[in-house]
T-cell receptor, first 111, second 116 residues
Framework: DAKTTQPPSMDCAEGRAANLPCNHSTISGNEYVYWYRQIHSQGPQYIIHGLKNNETNEMASLIITEDRKSSTLILPHATLRDTAVYYC????????????FGGGTRLMVKP | NAGVMQNPRHLVRRRGQEARLRCSPMKGHSHVYWYRQLPEEGLKFMVY????????ESGMPKERFSAEFPKEGPSILRIQQVVRGDSAAYFC??????????????FGPGTRLTVL
């Protein structure tokens, strides 16, 4: 699986959009970009994933650059409950493929 | 639909004892994954199982650790002769059957093992 690079920490004001970047310059054509988050001491929670098109769901939006070498997770209106470590993971979308977690970005949403 | 269940949530063992961690996957899921998270670190993959089969144990320590997922009942992660370095949070995840199907992993709340 391709390696990802994320900033170790970010702050965001409550109610504002949180934009979390991820670099994955060695991504392969069949690798998807996944985002998970881990709220303190809890199990990781799936957020969103995509291959090359931008994706949106009830939690977030995922913007993937045209060359697929980077992506941005957008939380449109961050709340205090969005404070967590956010992990960007690239992997082949195949049953049985484990998730490789890097250091992630620790997002602190402040009032 | 109940999520992934793990028990116990907290487990305290003395050095040399055995630890058994249980994971019940979501209904209809036949793939189970175990991950370990040491304090202040990210999750590390340990083992991937399907019913009655170990598919990938590349992340398992060579000694003292074993895992099973029997035909009936939960998946078990077993740690024999625990040492202080085994103190960590152990997370189980499950995913639905099918290669090529979107394969989101659903995580349980974890078991926090403390070795005294």
């Amino acid at each position: 699986d391709a390696k990802t690079t994320q900033p170790p920490s970010m702050d965001c004001a409550e109610g504002r959009a949180a934009n979390l970047p991820c670099n994955h310059s060695t991504i392969s054509g069949n690798e998807y970009v996944y985002w998970y988050r881990q709220i303190h001491s809890q199990g990781p929670q799936y957020i969103i994933h995509g291959l090359k098109n931008n994706e949106t769901n009830e939690m977030a939006s995922l913007i993937i650059t045209e060359d697929r070498k980077s992506s941005t997770l957008i939380l449109p209106h961050a709340t205090l409950r969005d404070t967590a470590v956010y992990y960007c993971i690239v992997r082949v979308d195949n049953a049985g493929n484990m998730l490789t977690f890097g250091g992630g970005t620790r997002l602190m949403v402040k009032p | 639909n109940a999520g992934v269940m793990q028990n116990p949530r907290h487990l305290v063992r003395r050095r040399g004892q055995e630890a058994r961690l249980r994971c019940s996957p979501m209904k209809g899921h036949s793939h189970v994954y175990w991950y370990r998270q040491l304090p202040e670190e990210g999750l590390k993959f340990m083992v991937y199982l399907q019913k009655e089969n170990i598919i990938d144990e590349s992340g398992m320590p060579k000694e003292r650790f074993s895992a099973e997922f029997p035909k009936e009942g939960p998946s078990i992660l077993r740690i024999q002769q625990v040492v202080r370095g085994d103190s960590a949070a152990y997370f189980c995840a499950s995913s639905p059957l099918g290669q090529g199907v979107y394969n989101e992993q659903f995580f349980g709340p974890g078991t926090r093992l403390t070795v005294l």
